[in-house]
């Protein structure tokens, strides 16, 4: 399937539209001010843009099916739950340049919506029905949440380039390549190096780059520039 922008940002849409769809049947006044508090401020749905295009190289039909609608719903869901859930652990008062839920509300509040979406996300597993899918989805979770306990215990002193990449990988690269095998097996490898260098070069912009930093940006940049002309993958910016 030779893939056009505009066809992935009609798929986008109707993501966006899936996601809001869910979140729209939530209890209670506070849930739903927060879900379009959070909704209202998405960032550049890149996790999703991910399965999108690894599916349509396995054609039209797989591009367009409702179950890839489904798990980059999926993906962009468990996305958004592990920020409210970051934002906490960091401290940090602002997201994508608006105040953090824990910020305007609370920390419990912040927990608890982040969970919701969890919620979501085992909701569409469900509905999908596949073991291997449900099993690499909570594996990517558990790796999510060993890497930040990893980044926890070595803050202060990241003594090698391999704990970097390893914290890199769980946080940031895992649901990237995750999100890529789910739309095509054969494009994980891709996921991982895209996310591995978003990762790094989002510690750039933060200024919590360290002196591994430059060196892994550019393994990762030769290792995308091998693999990428082989999947043929144009549409991921």
């Given at each position: 399937?030779?893939?056009?922008?505009?066809?992935?940002?009609?798929?986008?849409?109707?993501?966006r539209?899936?996601?809001?769809?869910?979140?729209?049947?939530?209890?209670?006044?506070?849930?739903?001010q927060?879900?379009?508090?959070?909704?209202?401020?998405?960032?550049?749905m890149?996790?999703?843009?991910?399965?999108?295009?690894?599916?349509?190289?396995?054609?039209?039909?797989?591009?367009?099916?409702?179950?890839?609608?489904?798990?980059?719903?999926?993906?962009?869901?468990?996305?958004?739950?592990?920020?409210?859930?970051d934002?906490?652990?960091?401290h940090?008062?602002?997201?994508?340049?608006?105040?953090?839920?824990?910020?305007?509300?609370?920390?419990?509040v912040?927990v608890?919506?982040?969970?919701?979406?969890?919620?979501?996300?085992?909701r569409?597993?469900?509905?999908?029905?596949?073991?291997?899918v449900?099993?690499?989805?909570?594996?990517?979770?558990?790796?999510?949440?060993?890497?930040?306990?990893?980044?926890?215990?070595?803050?202060?002193?990241?003594?090698?380039?391999?704990?970097?990449?390893?914290?890199?990988?769980?946080?940031t690269?895992?649901?990237f390549?995750?999100?890529?095998?789910?739309?095509?097996?054969?494009?994980?490898?891709?996921?991982l190096?895209?996310?591995?260098?978003?990762?790094?070069?989002?510690?750039?912009?933060?200024?919590?780059?360290?002196?591994?930093?430059?060196?892994?940006?550019a393994?990762?940049?030769?290792?995308?520039?091998?693999?990428?002309?082989?999947?043929?993958?144009?549409?991921?910016?």
């Amino acid at each position: 399937m030779n893939l056009e922008t505009s066809q992935i940002e009609e798929r986008i849409d109707e993501v966006r539209n899936e996601y809001l769809r869910r979140l729209s049947g939530g209890n209670g006044d506070l849930l739903r001010q927060v879900e379009r508090y959070v909704t209202a401020h998405e960032g550049k749905m890149l996790r999703p843009r991910m399965l999108l295009a690894a599916a349509a190289t396995l054609g039209e039909e797989h591009f367009h099916s409702r179950r890839t609608l489904l798990l980059a719903t999926a993906v962009e869901m468990l996305h958004n739950a592990s920020l409210l859930h970051d934002d906490v652990i960091d401290h940090d008062d602002t997201r994508r340049g608006q105040p953090s839920v824990n910020a305007r509300w609370s920390i419990p509040v912040a927990v608890l919506v982040g969970d919701y979406f969890l919620a979501q996300v085992m909701r569409i597993l469900e509905e999908v029905n596949e073991q291997g899918v449900s099993q690499r989805m909570y594996e990517t979770v558990e790796a999510m949440v060993e890497s930040e306990l990893l980044q926890q215990e070595v803050t202060a002193s990241l003594k090698h380039s391999s704990t970097y990449l390893k914290i890199i990988d769980g946080k940031t690269a895992r649901l990237f390549a995750t999100a890529a095998a789910l739309g095509n097996p054969a494009c994980e490898e891709y996921g991982l190096h895209f996310g591995r260098l978003f990762q790094l070069r989002d510690d750039i912009a933060d200024g919590e780059a360290n002196e591994y930093t430059a060196d892994l940006i550019a393994q990762e940049e030769a290792i995308l520039a091998t693999i990428k002309p082989a999947l043929e993958i144009h549409n991921i910016k």
